[in-house]
């Protein structure tokens, strides 16, 4: 496992077929004692491991920053979302409950609300601890058991998740980690005694998933790619317009996946609106992930940072302009000379049909295009086959309102961009995915309903 400054820190082993079988088993053992105890026993366990979280914050901050590159400042606050997220899931688990329904003559009928078995989670390199605790919490708050497979370029931050969970109470082998690749991922959905996959990643990993677990009639959660609009209309607060632009395009140096990478600008403040978006681009500090004012650390790796760098070359050959950075960055300090770094780009004279407009980079790299009226923007907005999410910009908040209603997308922000309450669902349209993360909604994607009708007179038989 190489960091993201080019440097050996650790060695892992792959989890074959019998590995995968093992973790696989050890969930389901463990699955037969949590989903027996009661939710509120459940919540006490979830929020003990909140509690280890929050209490060592800095340290798996710390760590998260050397397991995938992005800058302390931004890992503290994905630990805090974790841990968040483990709290407010604990406060769910003792109230998940059926209904009862009067039927006639004194008969009745209820459901019950029931786990699925042994889960798989499938993480992304860009927020590895976070969206393991994304796919826990709500996973075992209804009962069910985890088998965990963090990417191959991040694998070491959820082992101490793995840790954690242990720590704070769950049974043995509630939720396992399994390390490794594309083959060690089709040994998970493959497994017979695999009830569920939930994935985070690319779309054409996404589809694959989707085709191995139809095999075995395994529902699925596919949280996939972005290419997602950011409007900008002239009657915006300028200064917040421009701060949501740079939190839409460089948070973890690009590398996310709702990120409103086409930013559409009403024409009339389109030059102001550039100008100012460049100025604010060129003073980000790029540099040693682990000091406080670092804001931009580096790339995932070196083959993530040449695709980036093609789609930036690209780019300028289909006519558009880079009005700042994409060049490589070399720091002063030797230690981080075998770094991948990049400085952020902002695109100017874009189009739609560019395939910088069109295809997710998930680098640092935001493609500007001008649009004259709420209609026409809309509907380019519309005009691609993600959904993940989109923004809107602008002081008149019917307009604000009508604008995201119309976009086809999953996750929609006005006047802010890329914050992610856990109480809120999480997940997209179209060829984005579905299903959902975060929210009340997560808890019917990790349970399953049971109805049962109870006669109280005599059957009437009509045979």
Same mark, same amino acid.
């Given at each position: ?27 389901? %053992? ?5 989903? #027996? ?34 800058? @302390? ?8 979302? *974790?841990?968040?997220?483990?709290? !407010? =899931? ?10 009862? @329904? #009067? ?6 009928? =209820? ?19 976070? @969206? ?30 793995? /840790? @954690? ?19 060690? &991922? ?11 996959? *939930?994935?985070?990643? *690319?779309?054409?990993? &996404?589809?694959?998933?989707? /085709? ?40 973890? #140096? ?43 650390? %580096? ?9 980036? #760098? ?15 950075? &994409? ?11 075998? &770094? !991948? ?103 019917? !994607? !990790? *349970? ?16």
């Amino acid at each position: 496992f190489k960091m993201c400054l080019g440097r050996v820190i650790c060695k892992l082993l792959c989890s074959g077929e019998k590995e995968v079988d093992l973790a696989v088993q050890s969930a389901k %053992a463990a699955f037969k004692i949590w989903s #027996q105890m009661s939710g509120m026993e459940r919540s006490r366990v979830l929020l003990e491991a909140a509690r280890i979280i929050r209490e060592q914050r800095e340290e798996i901050a710390t760590m998260e920053t050397i397991n995938n590159g992005k800058s @302390i400042f931004e890992a503290r606050v994905d630990i805090d979302i *974790s841990w968040q997220c483990l709290e !407010y =899931y604990a406060g769910l688990a003792g109230s998940l409950a059926g209904e009862h @329904i #009067q039927l006639p003559g004194g008969s009745f009928g =209820y459901t019950r609300r029931e786990p699925l078995g042994v889960c798989v989670g499938i993480g992304a390199w860009n927020y590895p601890f976070q @969206i393991a605790c994304w796919k826990s919490a709500p996973a075992l708050a209804c009962g069910n058991a985890m088998v965990f497979k963090p990417s191959p370029f991040t694998p070491v931050s959820v082992v101490r998740l793995a /840790e @954690i969970f242990t720590e704070a109470g769950v049974p043995k082998g509630l939720f396992n980690v399994v390390q490794g690749g594309a083959a060690t &991922g089709q040994f998970l959905c493959h497994h017979p005694d695999v009830a569920k996959i *939930s994935f985070t990643g *690319s779309v054409p990993t &996404g589809i694959k998933i989707m /085709e191995m677990a139809a095999k075995g009639i395994k529902p699925v959660t596919l949280e996939l790619g972005g290419k997602s609009p950011l409007i900008i209309f002239s009657d915006c607060a300028l200064e917040n317009a421009v701060n949501g632009a740079l939190m839409a395009n460089f948070l973890t #140096q690009g590398e996310v996946c709702c990120n409103g990478t086409r930013v559409f600008v009403e024409r009339k403040i389109l030059d102001v609106f550039t100008k100012e978006v460049v100025k604010r681009t060129q003073k980000i500090k790029i540099g040693d992930p682990l000091l406080e004012d670092t804001r931009m650390g %580096a790339l995932i790796n070196r083959p993530h940072l040449d695709r980036v #760098q093609g789609f930036i070359k690209q780019a300028k050959e289909q006519g558009a302009e880079v009005l700042c950075g &994409g060049d490589l960055c070399v720091l002063d300090d030797p230690k981080l000379k075998n &770094g !991948y770094y990049m400085r952020p780009c902002v695109l100017g004279n874009c189009t739609d049909d560019m395939t910088c407009v069109k295809e997710e980079i998930f680098g640092p790299v935001m493609s500007i295009l001008p649009f004259d009226t709420e209609e026409e923007v809309v509907e380019r907005a519309n005009n691609t086959k993600f959904g993940l999410a989109g923004g809107v910009f602008t002081r008149d908040i019917q307009k604000a309102h009508r604008v995201v209603a119309a976009l086809k997308a999953g996750m929609c922000f006005i006047n802010n961009y890329n914050i992610s309450p856990v109480e809120l669902p999480f997940g997209g349209y179209k060829a984005s995915g579905f299903g959902r993360e975060n929210g009340r909604a997560a808890i019917e !994607y !990790y *349970s399953q309903l049971k109805t049962v009708c109870v006669e109280m007179g005599d059957v009437e038989s009509v045979f």
